[in-house]
């Protein structure tokens, strides 16, 4: 692993859950732990880069050198992200967003009420890395795709219709890696073709995914 890989490059990389209010009490989330994304924090920022970690509500230290910006909801992850996405050479984006949000926020606690059930009526969250991709000066545009079957075919859909220029795939059904764990496998998926990378600790995986990005940026 080469500590000078990045040097000069502004990275962003997005990280952890969101959370979408409910009331001023409750919200919708999920378990994202973040663990991937700040492992990528670490060895972009190991390997020279400006970094910038945007990250939801995590248990995670922030890694050295690099500059965390805390977020909670999918509506903030986007303004920073289109902010700082504006001039950076690589934006990675790791979050696992929300992909809705309750159309209001109540602003008291909302009562429990005499009815069996109640409605929470939801509205889409924007597509944060799909919106980075088309900006004018776009950087590299790296996006996750967390899929159970048909992972290259699902992945190669994502990075088509969101205008990616690669998107690491991991297959969920697999036991110990992924969301929560500290282990990883991917499939690397981009125009050129497709690269597995079998399963390690997500600290190894990142410093990999670092160098192979660092030479597809420099190419
Ligand atoms: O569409 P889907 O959620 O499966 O795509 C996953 C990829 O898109 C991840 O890279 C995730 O960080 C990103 N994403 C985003 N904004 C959203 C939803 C997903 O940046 N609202």
Redesign the pocket.
């Known amino acids: 692993f080469q500590t000078g890989l990045l040097a000069g490059k502004k990275v962003v990389i997005?990280a952890g859950p969101t959370r979408e209010a409910i009331d001023p009490v409750r919200y919708i989330s999920n378990h994202s732990s973040g663990k991937m994304g700040y492992a990528l924090a670490e060895a972009a920022a190991e390997a020279g880069a400006h970094t910038l970690l945007i990250s939801g509500p995590t248990q995670l230290p922030c890694p050295a050198r690099v500059t965390r910006i805390d977020v909670v909801s999918?509506v903030d992850m986007f303004a920073a992200s289109l902010r700082e996405a504006a001039d950076c050479d690589l934006f990675i984006?790791?979050?696992?967003?929300a992909?809705y949000r309750p159309r209001e926020v109540a602003e008291q606690k909302i009562k429990k009420g005499e009815g069996e059930s109640i409605t929470l009526t939801l509205v889409k969250?924007?597509?944060?890395?799909?919106a980075v991709a088309r900006l004018p000066q776009r950087p590299f545009t790296v996006?996750?795709?967390?899929e159970s079957e048909h992972l290259v075919e699902y992945a190669r859909r994502?990075l088509v219709r969101?205008k990616l220029d690669l998107v690491i795939a991991n297959d969920i059904t697999q036991p110990g890696i992924g969301f929560n764990s500290d282990n990883n496998a991917v499939t690397l998926v981009d125009a050129a073709g497709e690269q597995v990378i079998d399963q390690r600790s997500k600290t190894q995986l990142a410093r990999e995914l670092v160098t192979i990005l660092a030479e597809k940026l420099a190419s």
């Open positions: 997005t999918a984006a790791s979050a696992a967003v992909d969250n924007p597509d944060i890395v799909a996006g996750f795709a967390a994502k969101k």
